[in-house]
């Protein structure tokens, strides 16, 4: 008997085996037309100023809507596009996209909101890095302020001086940078101190657990403190109750994020939220 079960056994592990590697293939064959046939979208979740309320940002979320397979995450999807090399058509048209799309939001009237893109360590690999964003913001008309870009530690580890120098050069375009996911990697902290960027987004989880335990409160309010005491721009993501918006508050993170403030949403949704400069002119007019 126990033989037999350990025959099914393997049998059941092969077949899942063999069925996640047909979907990876699935994915992987699809993805190499996504770009062309228009199957790729960008949307946008709004960042506010914890203290005013004001929406001053916000983060540009790629999603794939495919006829049959329908939307596929992009956890699904993105580290695949990392591996096969995607991601550099991809990150390239989701950069170019979003300054245009910001640019288009400016020329229309709308207060200017600051557009933060994640960028995968594999474009972090390529010289022209520096090139593509500076034309992006050439040909959108986009002033580089308005535009952020929010890396990872485990990509400011890999090469180190050739990240620095990069971030660098980035950083004295007027492009802002920022730590994303921080706390999930495995850096040190002098290390990460050497990284010119302005500012750092907590991971979802530290905002999750924090209701939870006291210490886990505890590590998110010294997080917190971290970041001010190195005079950075903290923004908390995954935001979902009134009661972590209160927390934030109070131990005085500087931006918030999170589906109890808005969810990501296509553009148009978005610019319903966005404020017309003009209102306040109005009396002007
Ligand atoms: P991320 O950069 O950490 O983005 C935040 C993720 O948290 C997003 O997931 C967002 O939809 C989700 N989120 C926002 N608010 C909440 C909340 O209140 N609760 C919860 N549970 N989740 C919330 P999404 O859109 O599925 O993206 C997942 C990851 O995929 C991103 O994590 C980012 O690493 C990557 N990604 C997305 N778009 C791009 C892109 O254009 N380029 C690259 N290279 N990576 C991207
Ligand atoms: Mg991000
Ligand atoms: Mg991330
Ligand atoms: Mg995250």
């Not at 996640?20 to 100023?49: C, G, M, T, V, W």
């Not at 557009?115 to 002033?143: K, W």
């Not at 990069?166 to 706390?183: N, Q, T």
Request: glycine residues 6%; contains cysteine.
């Amino acid at each position: 008997v126990a033989k037999a079960q350990g025959r099914n056994t393997y049998c059941f592990y092969e077949h899942q085996w063999e069925k996640q590697l047909k979907e990876r293939q699935l994915i992987e064959s699809n993805l190499r037309h996504a770009l062309e046939r228009k199957q790729l979208q960008l949307y946008y979740q709004p960042q506010f100023d914890t203290m005013t309320e004001k929406m001053i940002g916000v983060e540009v979320l790629i999603r794939w809507f495919h006829p049959e397979l329908g939307m596929i995450p992009p956890n699904h999807f993105i580290p695949i596009a990392e591996e096969t090399g995607l991601i550099l058509p991809i990150g390239e048209w989701v950069l170019r996209t979003a300054c245009r799309q910001a640019k288009e939001w400016q020329e229309r009237g709308f207060d200017p909101v600051r557009v933060a893109i994640n960028l995968s360590p594999r474009q972090f690999q390529q010289q022209n890095l520096v090139a593509t964003v500076e034309s992006a913001l050439y040909t959108s008309g986009l002033e580089p302020q308005w535009l952020e870009l929010e890396i990872t530690e485990s990509l400011a580890m890999k090469d180190a001086e050739f990240t620095i120098a990069m971030l660098k050069d980035l950083r004295a375009m007027g492009v802002s940078l920022m730590i994303d996911d921080f706390g999930t990697g495995y850096s040190s902290l002098s290390y990460l101190m050497r990284f010119p960027v302005e500012g750092l987004k907590i991971d979802n989880s530290f905002v999750r657990d924090s209701i939870e335990s006291n210490s886990s409160a505890l590590l998110l309010a010294s997080v917190i403190t971290l970041g001010r005491n190195l005079n950075m721009r903290v923004i908390a993501e995954g935001v979902e109750t009134e009661k972590q918006l209160t927390f934030l508050r109070k131990h005085q993170c500087d931006q918030v994020q999170g589906y109890l403030l808005g969810r990501p949403m296509p553009a148009a949704d978005l610019e319903k939220q966005l404020n017309k400069v003009s209102d306040d002119d109005d009396r002007f007019s």
